[in-house]
């Protein structure tokens, strides 16, 4: 799986939009770009995915660049309760196969700040 | 409804027990995990099964049992536990539709060896 990198940390003032970038500049024309959270003390949590189109859902948008090297997650309207780890993880996906496994990075820690 | 419930949340023992967490879905998925994230925060997959058939085993020492009763139960057995063995243990399943799959993840157990 393609290794992702990612800013540390990242403040964002709440109700603004939160934009969340990651790198992935060896990403394969199979591999998705996945979004998971991890809120401080509890599991993690899906966000959203994308293999080559932007994507939306209730939660949040993936923007992937026409070269898939990069991406970013935005948060529309973020909240105190966005404050937490977010995780960029790039992989492919095989019926039953080892590749279904996800690899954690150490992610970006986003401070939602009143 | 709870989607991937652990049990117990909370197990504190002494050096040289054993001890067992257990996992269960309700989603239907036939594929399930132990993913371990230690003091540092580091989340890592341990094991996954698929349709209660092992397919991935990372480099964990064979202390860790995990057994799959049926395809909505993981439990996972630790022998002579040590105080390395300290961590989250968090269970996910997922399910592949469409080419990709989702993985959801348990509120994880939160293991303290004395």
């Known amino acids: 799986d393609a290794k992702t990198t990612q800013p540390p940390s990242m403040d964002c003032a709440e109700g603004r939009a939160a934009n969340l970038p990651c790198n992935h500049s060896t990403i394969s024309g199979n591999e998705y770009v996945y979004w998971y959270r991890q809120i401080h003390s509890q599991g993690p949590q899906y966000i959203i995915h994308g293999l080559k189109n932007n994507e939306t859902n209730e939660m949040a948008s993936l923007i992937i660049t026409e070269d898939r090297k990069s991406s970013t997650l935005i948060l529309p309207h973020a909240t105190l309760r966005d404050t937490a780890v977010y995780y960029c993880i790039v992989r492919s996906v095989g019926y039953g196969g080892a590749t279904n496994k996800l690899i954690f990075g150490t992610g970006t820690l986003l401070a939602v700040q009143p | 409804d709870t989607a991937v419930s652990q049990t117990p949340k909370y197990l504190v023992t002494q050096m040289g027990n054993d001890k067992s967490i257990k996992c269960e879905q309700n989603l239907g998925h036939d594929t399930m995990y132990w993913y371990k994230q230690d003091s540092k925060k580091f989340l890592k997959i341990m094991f996954s099964y698929n349709n209660k058939e092992l397919i991935i085993n990372e480099t964990v020492p064979n202390r860790f049992s995990p057994k799959s009763p049926d395809k909505a139960h993981l439990n996972l057995h630790i022998n002579s536990l040590e105080l390395g063995d300290s961590a989250v243990y968090f269970c996910?399943?997922?399910?592949?539709?469409?080419?990709?799959?989702?993985?959801?993840f348990g509120p994880g157990t939160r293991l303290t060896v004395l």
């Open positions: 996910a399943s997922s399910q592949i539709q469409g080419g990709t799959d989702t993985q959801y």
